[in-house]
Structure formats: C-alpha cells, structure tokens
C-alpha cells in the first residue's frame, strides 16, 4: 500500500455507470498539498526495476481456427414473455410463424443456442416492421450492435458481421424499447477471423506538420498495435496518485499516464500548473503523456453535464471561418453580431487549453489528446446532436493544429458512435470507453465494432471501470493499442489506499506482470524512433 500522507480526500470519486464515462477525476486541495512525489528522483524509466520483481506470466495470441457452422434459429422456437407471442398474418415468413408484440416493457424474447468452438460469426437477422424502427442485438447479454429496419412491411435481413462468440451455451436476444417489431429467424454463420492485426505504412498522422518526438510516439504505436497492449493510468489532477498506487501494487508503472486539463477553463485553477509538471516529469523518465478535458460549460455556469447547464451548443455553430482568426477578427465578428456569445466562449477556453499544451510541445513532450469525449451518449454539453459536434471538434482541430501550431498532438476520438465520427483526416486513434464492472472479457465486439468505423487506425479503451483479464484479451485477439484504467473510487479510497471492488491486487499483478502488455520500463526513448 501506498505510505504517503495524505489527510483526506474530500472529493468523493463518483460513480461512472456502465454505459458511460463518469465524472473527471477531481484535482483535491488536501492531495494536492499533502503529496509526495517518491519518483521524482527517476532519470530514466530503468528506474522502474527497482521495484522487486514479480514473476512474469507467459501470454501468447491464441490463433482463432476457423470451423465451418451454419445454423439457423426460427424465432418462434425461443423463449417469450410479456406481450410477445407466435403470429401467422404477415406473408412471407419461413418456419411455422413469427414472434410479435414487442410493444410492452416486460414484453421479451430471446433463442438459445449451442457452439462447440470460440470464432467470429455474422449474425443476421429476419425482421418486419410497418414504419422504421431501430433496435438492438444482444448475445449473452452484451449489446453487439444496432439493427435499423426500414419499415417496408416486408420482412428483410439485417446483418451483424465479425461477432466473436465463446464455445458454449449462447442466448440472442432483442432489445426493442416497446418498436413494433416482428421478428421471422436468426442465422449464426462462422466466418473466418477478420480483424486488422497490423497497420498499413500508409498510416499517418492527421497532422502532417506534427514534431519528431509526436511522430516517434505514433510510430511506436502503430508499430506494437496487434501484437502488444500498452497500460495506461488516470490520475488525480496535480498528483500521480493513482500511477504510484499501480506500481506499489505491481512493481510496475503504467506505460501511459492520463491527466486531465479541466482546471485551465474553470472559475478556480486549483492544482492547473502542478497537473503540468506531472506530465513534464513524466515524460522526462520515459513515460507517455495522455490527456482529456472534461470543458466546463464555456459560459460559466461551472457544470459540463448536459443535464445541468443550459449552454447550447447550436447557438454557437457558424458557418464563418474563424478556426484561424486572431482574438481581435474574432471580437470583430462577435461585434458584428456574425457570431455568438457562446460562439467566442468556445473559442477563448480553445485559446487557454492550447496554451498549456503549447507548454509541454516546448518541453518536447507529445500528447494523446482526447477532447470532447463521449459526445454520443448526450451526458456533456458538447453532445447534443452529431452535426455540432462535427463543427466543434474541426473547429477545435483546426484552431489547434493551424492557428496554435500544436505539432505534438496525437489526436484520440471517442464519441464512440459511427455516425459521429469525425473523419480519417482529423484523429488518428478510435477509442471507446468501456465501463462493464466485473465483466473481464477482451471486450472484442467493441474493438470490432470501432474497426468497422475506421479500420486502419490504432483502437484503444480509452477508460474502463476495470482491466480486462490479459488472457481472454489473448484468447479473443482483442489486442487494443492501450487500456485505460479510470482512477479514483475505481482504484483508491478517502486514505489513498486500494479499492479492490473493480480491481483486485491479484488482477492488478497479473495484469502488469505478463509478456503481453508494455509497462514505462519497457518503453524506448521516442525521439530515436523519428518516423514519416
């Protein structure tokens, strides 16, 4: 356990529920000047063997065969309940019927099933519906995917390809939030592994401009992406809290240290200038920088849960180009009333956040920059619609790339809906962030569904409530770039001690003690590995 002192933790960390991030991890004054930084001494992250060492397991790729299996399951075969019941008066059913009424909140269905080998699978499948309607698939429980009906009243066939299924017992189920929907059969067909293992030398940064030591970082991770797992820890701001409790723990540190940059655009700056000198001091002993920014209403309200401020984005989308305009042709507009109060907020916190990072491109450290996170679940101010976050995120793209000259940006998406995303030529990480508490799969299904969206970039979790267990990451392929543990109440308690309700201290050692992932003293030296 971590000895330093620390009085107390007076933000409690809260919840994060499954579908989503939670709330940033609080800079906390008590932390802040309690806090002892035990690695300060380290020159080089060699330091890091200092540590003893805890034996190193042996997790190798399992090659996932490939076994012939076709098999398909009339719907009126499987379990029901509520309204859903056996139908015959819509035409062109196969098999005895179809299952309807799925019109009612306890009304289900679901078909089990049984596979004698773990592969990937296309599931598709055989609906009707008399207008549009969407709903969603599930195996075992886990969404896989959207199913979209057009509403033709026609039955028609909806695919779901490149699912990894486990041997087993295997339930489909539907989750229709009350849609009208008929449901004819389902179809389950093997299909031969698909995933992208390696990157293609065509694979570049978005920033054509970006600096050796960004170009060297990026090369390391393309480079190692389906082969390796970099580890990655969320601090508490100002501290490296939560990274020192990872390596009390496993004798290891996280290859990747997360902060987050949310006090430079909040009414009190408390811990802003100490969150920065982490990240140099980092850097500086062969660690690799990340960072987020939960943005505070940029209005002022002090909230950016959507739920809890009235600042509306829309009113702030323009159609001037003002991504490289000076503060001064900015005010003039705003004058001129050719754009909005919200507008130039937007535009002055983007001018603070770019200072900071302006700093650590000086101190040659590059960044995995993660901004406007999650916006399609609609908890943040930033995800009301697809549209304004598209112009949000080029605005904020643009202005930091060609107006702020920010050369060491590694730029890391994760809205995490494919409608919402923002281009191959503006980010150069898909990532999700995967909150599934005791659910210590790979988590595949999610890698594959983001490859789907952009299937020559790296994938990582950008947070999870808990790591996956190493050896189904190994057994499924799930090789993620890297994986992000969340910290406060995910990792420790008021004292700074170990919570073991996501994490426990086995899991934590095994999995930063195995030949699968990259902890800091693995690491190179990035700016030897200058790249195109």
Known sequence: MITKKITALACVFAFISASGCGTAIPDNRDIIDNYVDESSSLTSSVADDSKTE???????????????????????????????????????????????????KDSRWSIGFSLNYSQFYNVSITAACNKPANCKLAINGEIIGDVSLSGGKAFETFSLNNIYIPKGEAVISLVTDGQAIDVDYVRVLAVKNTIVSTLSDKTSLANKNADA???????????????????GQHDTIGTKLETDMIYEVTGKYPAIRFGDLMTFTEKENLAGEAEIQCAVDWNKTGGIVGYMWHWEDPMGSGEYYADKTDFDITKAVTKEKIATLSAEQIETLHKKKKISDECVAIIRDIDKISKQLKTLQDKGVAVLWRPIHEASNGYFWW?????????????????????????????????????????????????????????F????????????????????????????????????????????????????????????????????????????????????????????
């Not at 549209?387 to 643009?398: F, I």
């Open 54 to 104: 805890i034996k190193q397991t042996n997790i190798a790729v399992k090659k996932i065969n490939y076994t012939k299996y076709d098999k398909t399951l009339q719907a009126e075969n499987g379990v029901k309940s509520g309204n859903t019941k056996i139908a015959t008066e819509r035409k062109g059913y196969k098999g005895k019927g179809y299952i309807t009424g799925f019109n009612g």
């Open 213 to 231: 030591n960004t170009k060297g970082l990026y090369k390391y991770i393309k480079y190692n992406y389906g082969k390796k797992v970099l580890l």
């Open 383 to 439: 995800g009301k619609d697809a549209v304004s976050y598209k112009w949000l995120w080029n605005l904020l793209y643009e202005r930091q790339t060609n107006y702020h000259k920010l050369n060491n940006l590694i730029w890391v998406w994760s809205a995490q809906n494919s409608e919402w995303y923002v281009g191959d030529d503006k980010c150069d990480i898909l990532s999700a962030d995967i909150y599934d508490k005791d659910n």
């Open 441 to 532: 799969s790979g988590q595949i299904n999610t890698l594959l569904y983001l490859t789907k969206i952009c299937s020559n970039k790296p994938i990582a979790i950008s947070e999870c409530g808990n790591f996956p267990d190493m050896t189904k990451v190994a057994e499924e392929n799930a090789l993620w770039s890297y994986i992000g543990q969340w910290g406060g109440n995910y990792l420790i308690d008021k004292k700074g001690e170990l919570i073991e309700d996501y994490n426990t201290a086995a899991h934590l050692k095994e999995v930063y003690n195995n030949t699968l992932v990259i902890t800091k003293d693995k690491l190179p030296h990035f700016s030897n590995t200058q790249t195109r």
